[in-house]
């Protein structure tokens, strides 16, 4: 029988995410670890019940989500870390998410911290537990009284001992900027499918050869005109139904992502979605290296 692991969530309170939660934590087989790219693909969603759990994950309550070799994502078992892109809607006040081993305690850090009424994104790489007992554990604080949070999660790939990319850094590089036309492009981009394709591989002045796999990218929405969303993801590939960065009408925030790109395909393709209208931002995209 094909084993599965599970992802743990603990919600808390601001008060009780404190020293009482740290404790020894499990030792780790040592590194180095090579990175997996996969077509990004959601994993859990409260608010539809992917990952099986449905609604919002409130204070003290312990939630369990499924990630290595779960449908539909197959992370394989032998990964120590994954790719991921959390996202948080719908909350009632402010807070943050940490996510850690789910064999571990909390290590006094966050992920992702919100505000009432956010609906916002951060990309993280993520250890998952050397026992195989539970591969993630989050921990959301909130707001004493606070009805609690929504929580998406995509995962973009994992990291394995063997046989997956090098990642090789470069200096931070803008490949794409719409406000100037860097990237082939200029203006707000189209609202909708089926996306908007940018020339990344070989492309001036980051010069990303054209075997490499993945990017890691920082993705920056400039005057946002109303809420909506950007998805990056391979340029030959349908879009996967996940995103990359969440936005308000007159905002200007960016996220961190591992994205991969096709094989033999020199483009990118950014899909923006507005609530109302029919454009959406402008999109900077600068390069902090590949995988290959």
């Known amino acids: ?60 309550q312990s939630v369990k989500f499924p990630i290595r070799n779960a449908p539909p994502c197959n992370v394989v078992g032998s990964a120590a870390a994954v790719a991921v892109n959390i996202t948080i809607a719908d909350t009632a006040s402010p807070g943050w998410v940490a996510l850690f081993p789910g064999d571990g305690t909390w290590p006094g850090v966050s992920n992702i911290n919100f505000l009432k009424g956010d609906f916002v994104a951060n990309g993280a790489v993520v250890p998952i537990s050397a026992s195989g007992a539970l591969d993630l ?51 707000l981009l189209p609202n909708g499918l089926p996306g908007t394709k940018f020339t990344i591989k070989g492309a001036a002045p980051c010069n990303i050869p054209s075997d490499a796999a993945a990017i890691a990218v920082n993705a920056t929405v400039v005057n946002s ?12 590939a349908p879009w996967p139904g996940v995103s990359n960065v969440n936005f308000f009408a007159n905002d200007t925030i960016a996220n961190g992502a591992i994205v991969p790109v096709s094989p033999g395909v020199q483009a990118l393709t950014v899909l923006a979605t507005a609530v109302s209208g029919t454009k959406v931002p402008y999109l900077p995209t600068d390069l902090t290296g590949y995988f290959k």
């Open 225 to 236: 005109q109303s809420q909506g969303w950007i998805a990056l993801f391979p340029g030959s």
């Open 137 to 187: 554990a989050s921990l959301a604080a909130f707001q004493p009284g606070a009805e609690g949070t929504n929580l998406i999660l995509d995962v973009t790939g994992y990291f394995v001992p063997i046989g997956g990319l090098s990642f090789y850094p470069i200096a931070p590089c803008r490949v794409v900027d719409t406000q100037t036309g860097l990237g082939g492009f200029t203006g």
């Open 1 to 60: 029988m094909k084993r599965t692991t599970r992802l743990h969530i603990v919600a808390g309170t601001l008060l009780a995410a404190g020293s009482a939660i740290f404790g020894a934590r499990p030792a780790r087989a040592a590194g180095p670890y090579q990175f997996q790219s996969i077509t990004p693909c959601r994993i859990v969603d409260t608010r539809s019940g992917l990952g099986g759990y449905t609604g919002l994950i409130k204070n003290g």
